[in-house]
């Protein structure tokens, strides 16, 4: 299976090393073009893989990820759309760039997919969105396609109208955990811990959460509920919480991030 890369930026290389760390195909079979000369001699100093033009990647490639700045893909699809193949898969990463504009830049002759990576590509966890062009996709080359995906991490089949939300909660999700186990270590500084045990404590502790979270058929509310004994030290801090509309701010967050998405889209 040959995977050729329009753009080698960092999400192209969080696929990359995904791709190569899972064994879903060796280095020799991934090409890669690139704007940048730099870029790509560190690509292939790093990982192997062969460096590329158009033409060859076009040419030779199973299936061809669209890699590129969104402002560049109008540019970069101008270049593409006469030396890419009758029905070949293009798989997009580039955000906002929705299949129908694909189609429009490419041309209607091909199968598009659309990808929107999640952020933890370099643990290969967390989930990545995959929205199909309808139709166009038998079984096979629906497996090639969820073959990237699962290199990366998890994969949600999703359909594309739903992707600035996915965006909004999963991408900006990570950076927001770290802003509340950054308050959590602060508070255990306040009250007396060590910063590094504080942050021993916290990491363990957001770890091990998830773990139970993703694990349990329980409600969260119910896991709480479990936690919290009558007159106890977790119910004196939820009440805190609660007085500071933690939830609301929470949800503001969330939405004002879906907006911001839009916005771009």
């Given at each position: 299976?040959?995977?050729?890369?329009?753009?080698?930026?960092?999400?192209?290389?969080?696929?990359?090393?995904?791709?190569?760390?899972?064994?879903?195909?060796?280095?020799?079979?991934?090409?890669?073009?690139?704007?940048?000369?730099?870029?790509?001699?560190?690509?292939?100093?790093?990982?192997?893989?062969?460096?590329?033009?158009?033409?060859?990647?076009?040419?030779?490639?199973?299936?061809?990820?669209?890699?590129?700045?969104?402002?560049?893909?109008?540019?970069?699809?101008?270049?593409?759309?006469?030396?890419?193949?009758?029905?070949?898969?293009?798989?997009?990463?580039?955000?906002?760039?929705?299949?129908?504009?694909?189609?429009?830049?490419?041309?209607?002759?091909?199968?598009?997919?659309?990808?929107?990576?999640?952020?933890?590509?370099?643990l290969r966890r967390?989930?990545?969105?995959?929205?199909?062009?309808?139709?166009?996709?038998?079984?096979?080359?629906?497996?090639?396609?969820?073959?990237?995906?699962?290199?990366?991490?998890?994969?949600?089949?999703?359909?594309?109208?739903?992707?600035?939300?996915?965006?909004?909660?999963?991408c900006a999700g990570?950076?927001?955990?770290?802003?509340?186990?950054?308050?959590?270590?602060?508070?255990?500084?306040?009250?007396?811990?060590?910063?590094?045990?504080?942050?021993?404590?916290?990491?363990?502790?957001?770890?091990?959460?998830?773990?139970?979270?993703?694990?349990?058929?329980?409600?969260?509310?119910?896991?709480?509920?479990?936690?919290?004994?009558?007159?106890?030290?977790?119910?004196?801090?939820?009440?805190?919480?609660?007085?500071?509309?933690?939830?609301?701010?929470?949800?503001?967050?969330?939405?004002?991030?879906?907006?911001?998405?839009?916005?771009?889209?």
């Amino acid at each position: 299976m040959i995977i050729g890369f329009i753009g080698g930026g960092n999400m192209a290389e969080g696929i990359i090393k995904g791709l190569l760390k899972s064994g879903a195909t060796g280095s020799g079979d991934i090409y890669v073009n690139d704007v940048s000369e730099s870029r790509t001699d560190y690509l292939r100093k790093t990982y192997g893989i062969k460096i590329a033009d158009k033409d060859r990647i076009s040419a030779e490639s199973n299936l061809i990820v669209l890699a590129v700045r969104p402002q560049d893909a109008a540019k970069v699809s101008e270049e593409l759309k006469d030396i890419t193949k009758k029905g070949q898969i293009i798989v997009s990463i580039c955000a906002g760039i929705k299949i129908p504009t694909l189609k429009s830049l490419l041309g209607e002759d091909k199968k598009y997919a659309r990808i929107m990576p999640n952020t933890m590509t370099e643990l290969r966890r967390g989930y990545s969105a995959l929205a199909f062009d309808a139709g166009r996709f038998d079984e096979e080359e629906q497996e090639l396609v969820k073959t990237i995906m699962n290199a990366i991490g998890k994969t949600l089949l999703l359909d594309e109208s739903q992707f600035d939300a996915f965006t909004a909660l999963s991408c900006a999700g990570p950076e927001w955990f770290i802003l509340f186990a950054t308050a959590l270590v602060d508070g255990g500084v306040k009250i007396g811990l060590s910063r590094e045990v504080s942050r021993a404590i916290v990491y363990e502790n957001m770890e091990a959460t998830g773990r139970l979270l993703s694990e349990s058929d329980k409600h969260p509310y119910e896991i709480t509920d479990d936690m919290n004994t009558p007159g106890g030290i977790g119910i004196a801090g939820y009440h805190s919480f609660q007085n500071s509309g933690l939830n609301g701010a929470v949800m503001d967050a969330v939405y004002a991030a879906y907006k911001r998405t839009t916005e771009l889209g």
